[in-house]
T-cell receptor
Framework: GAVVSQHPSRVICKSGTSVKIECRSL??????MFWYRQFPKQSLMLMAT?????????EQGVEKDKFLINHASLTLSTLTVTSAHPEDSSFYIC?????????????FGPGTRLTVL | QKEVEQNSGPLSVPEGAIASLNCTYS??????FFWYRQYSGKSPELIMS????GDKEDGRFTAQLNKASQYVSLLIRDSQPSDSATYLC??????????FGAGTRLFVKA
């Protein structure tokens, strides 16, 4: 199956700092990547969808100036949490699709656990 | 009405039994249906995809799709304690957007 990596797997930072999370598709070209957030015992929440070379599409209620997404290549997307605060502490998960088809599956990265002190 | 609905559970079954997980969806134009497994503290993992009406079997897993009833299910035969996880149903709508259900928690008792 397709492999998606995420880095770092875990990060602890001080309030007010920025954190960058990388998502890479290792063995396929990801035309579309997705960023999710998941709080403990809650369901996945889609934050944004990004296509290579274009601006990300954010879901309602997600601040695009706080959660900066860059999809610079067909194998790399980054999420930067700017001026992080304790309420941003969560499990951030990326996923990737190969191609724009109604049959393509999403493959998930292992996730990044962010703790903001 | 939610776009993809699942019973949150927990669904508890004894080891060796069949676990039946159900999902309904609202977009009649949906063409692709997926089941993901998510262990606590981990990210979702794709276990089955189904595109046509009927059954699709893969090892102990069988996905069933009924587009007329807008219903998709996952059967897990010979359930094992290691199957204890949250199972997410995902539906790709006519607009190519994938919608995830909130998940059903499955607990397999040894």
């Amino acid at each position: 199956g397709a492999v998606v990596s995420q880095h770092p797997s875990r990060v602890i930072c001080k309030s007010g700092t920025s954190v960058k999370i990388e998502c890479r598709s290792l063995d396929f070209q990801a035309t579309t990547m997705f960023w999710y957030r998941q709080f403990p015992k809650q369901s996945l929440m889609l934050m944004a969808t990004s296509n290579e070379g274009s601006k990300a599409t954010y879901e309602q209620g997600v601040e695009k100036d706080k959660f900066l997404i860059n999809h610079a290549s067909l194998t790399l997307s980054t999420l930067t949490v700017t001026s992080a605060h304790p309420e941003d502490s969560s499990f951030y998960i990326c996923s990737a699709e190969a191609g724009a088809s109604s049959y393509n599956e999403q493959f998930f990265g292992p996730g990044t656990r962010l703790t903001v002190l | 009405q939610k776009e993809v609905e699942q019973n949150s559970g927990p669904l508890s079954v004894p080891e060796g039994a069949i676990a039946s997980l159900n999902c309904t969806y609202s977009d009649r134009g949906s063409q692709s249906f997926f089941w993901y497994r998510q262990y606590s503290g981990k990210s979702p993992e794709l276990i089955m995809s189904i595109y046509s009406n009927g059954d699709k079997e893969d090892g102990r897993f069988t996905a069933q799709l009924n587009k007329a009833s807008q219903y998709v299910s996952l059967l897990i035969r010979d359930s094992q304690p290691s199957d204890s996880a949250t199972y997410l149903c995902a539906v790709k709508t006519g607009g190519f957007k994938t919608i995830f259900g909130a998940g059903t928690r499955l607990f397999v008792k040894a």
